[in-house]
């Protein structure tokens, strides 16, 4: 532990402690290890890497800069829904605006939205290959987006150097809020929040409803489901009311089973 890091409060070191870093189908594993070392240099520890197309390697290790603890304790998994299922919170880096517009914030946003979060809240921070980033899917699956302002006549940013500045303003908005006031998001919390793989099942169920209804086509669903997605997803709900949602489908089923 580095002397700031001594300096900083638990209440500052846990906002770190408790968010991971995704790599989604990192091609060059020199960029894992690259990545490791920025997450290490900003005092986060939480590498989990979706398919990585070779891992672990000897340019991943040598590229850490000594930074392979990370590496040792990372976490491998076949999809991004396994990687960000025990997550409350979920922020997808995106270099080009979407289609379908989604909550978008830059790095400095970002931070103060995980400062604002409950202190038991588990954040994922999830960046994607390096030609294509995110996919649209993958992309409705978080929160809100990130996106970092880079220079519009030359923006391509190496995936570890956008870890980098991700970790950086992450750890700065730790370390003031030391001496501030925590930021608010207009509501206090009386029940944990509805995980990401709660939420998951929240959506499979109610596109079944939906379909079984008829009220969604699965032939020519066009954007419903990711709209439904998105309004859940910004409202932030808890694990209760997740469960009402999903209570009102699974009675929703039994009327449908009766008839």
């Keep these: 532990m580095s002397e700031q890091d001594n300096s900083m409060t638990n209440s500052a070191l846990n906002v770190l402690n408790r968010t991971r870093i995704v790599m989604v189908h990192t091609s060059h594993s020199g960029n894992i290890g690259s990545a490791a070392r920025a997450m290490k240099t ?19 290790t040598a590229l850490s800069s000594g930074a392979t603890d990370i590496l040792e304790r990372a976490v491998v998994t076949d999809t991004l829904e ?18 379908l517009p989604w909550p978008l914030v830059n790095p400095r946003e970002m931070a103060t939205k995980v400062l604002a979060l409950p202190e038991d809240a588990k954040v994922a921070l999830v960046v994607g290959r ?9 992309l409705a699956r978080c929160h809100v987006h990130v996106n970092i302002p880079a220079n519009p006549d030359y923006s391509s940013l190496n995936v570890a ?15 003031a809020s030391q001496e501030q006031e925590k930021p608010e998001w207009g509501v206090e919390w009386d029940q944990p929040l509805a995980k990401g793989k709660q939420l998951e099942g929240l959506f499979d169920h109610w596109e079944k409803v939906l379909v079984d209804i008829e009220f969604l086509d699965p032939n020519n669903p066009r954007h419903l489901m990711t709209k439904l997605r998105r309004f859940v997803l910004r409202a932030l709900p808890d694990e209760v009311e997740a469960n009402i949602l999903r209570g009102m489908l699974s009675h929703i089923d039994k009327k449908l089973r009766r008839n």
């Design 42 to 60: 900003m005092g986060l520890h939480h590498l989990v890497l979706v398919e990585p197309k070779q891992f672990p390697s000897e340019e991943a």
């Design 161 to 175: 150097s956008a870890v980098q500045v991700l970790c950086y303003e992450l750890r700065m908005s730790a370390i």
């Design 130 to 138: 390096e030609r294509s980033g995110l996919t649209n899917e993958e």
């Design 82 to 99: 396994e990687a960000v299922a025990d997550c409350d919170f979920v922020i997808g880096a995106s270099a080009r605006s979407r289609n």
